[in-house]
């Protein structure tokens, strides 16, 4: 197929993602992977007809950050706390702004109502304007390098800017906010996905923004076109402590019939 459109879905390729001193979230094996991104986009060059990067966006005050909660001695979470609907119910956990109380059970009873994933408060990270909000370095310079070598503009998808839910995925949030047209899905993002005739994806976190992102993607993808979906598992890296789910994620993506390859590989 001479003049097949192959495009590049990049999730979160940010510097505090990246196992670099400084990062707010560092996932082991980041930097690598990459790197591996942009020795790719420079291998495939014309051949990439389209590529779109996420950007997960956030302030300090956001739900899954430490300054939104405290303890009953006024007390922000650590870092990695989980915190459940039974957590703020009998106040063990409770919104700094009291104001917040009913909307943050509500959220955190949807979350685990939606059974992907509970409350975890993360450090602060991907804040905008900030050098960790960034892309990293390499993927930045292959970016630009292919932009100019081909003519087209990289499509820069912002998520996780609404304070009251979490972003995971580039389709939607995690629970929607019927004030925020921005938290549904993203029904132009995924005409656009589909679109290509072999879609890569590739980016951080595999635990997290990158199953999410994928799941809710095969919720629209004809079943019939799946081996089309290409997850490049040497480019993905899971946070540390949910390495399970980022395993069971490639056993579910492999067993839906998506092609897992490496950045390595003909396409």
């Known amino acids: 197929m001479p003049h097949a459109k192959l495009h590049l879905l990049l999730i979160d390729p940010q510097n505090d993602f990246c196992d670099l001193p400084g990062a707010a979230l560092p996932v082991p094996g980041a930097v690598a992977g990459l790197q591996r991104v942009a020795a790719l986009i420079e291998r495939l060059g014309a051949r990439l007809t389209a590529v779109r990067v996420t950007l997960d966006s956030h302030q300090p005050l956001h739900i899954a950050h430490p300054h939104g909660w405290q303890?009953?001695?006024?007390?922000?979470?650590?870092p990695f706390t989980q915190i459940s609907a039974d957590d703020v119910a009998s106040?063990?956990?409770q919104t700094r702004d009291p104001a917040e109380h009913t909307r943050a059970l509500a959220y955190v009873q949807a979350l685990e109502a939606g059974g992907r994933y509970r409350l975890v408060i993360w450090p602060e990270h991907c804040?905008?304007?900030?050098?960790?909000?960034?892309?990293h370095q390499d993927v930045h310079q292959a970016l630009n390098g292919w932009g100019r070598q081909q003519g087209r503009l990289v499509e820069f998808i912002a998520k996780g800017g609404n304070p009251h839910t979490e972003h995971y995925s580039a389709l939607r949030a995690e629970v929607l906010d019927p004030a925020d047209p921005g938290t549904v899905v993203d029904a132009g993002l995924i005409a656009r996905l589909q679109s290509a005739d072999t879609l890569l994806v590739a980016g951080e976190a595999l635990s997290h923004c990158v199953a999410s992102t994928l799941r809710d993607l095969l919720e629209y993808w004809p079943r019939e076109r799946r081996q089309d979906l290409v997850l490049l598992t040497d480019c993905s890296h899971s946070v540390p402590g949910f390495e399970a789910?980022?395993?069971?994620?490639?056993a579910e993506m492999r067993a839906a019939g998506i092609r897992l390859?490496?950045?390595?590989?003909?396409f």
């Open 71 to 78: 303890d009953a001695r006024g007390g922000p979470p650590a």
């Open 91 to 93: 106040g063990r956990w």
């Open 127 to 135: 804040l905008v304007g900030g050098w960790g909000h960034g892309v």
């Open 245 to 250: 789910q980022g395993e069971a994620f490639l």
């Open 261 to 266: 390859a490496i950045s390595t590989d003909e």
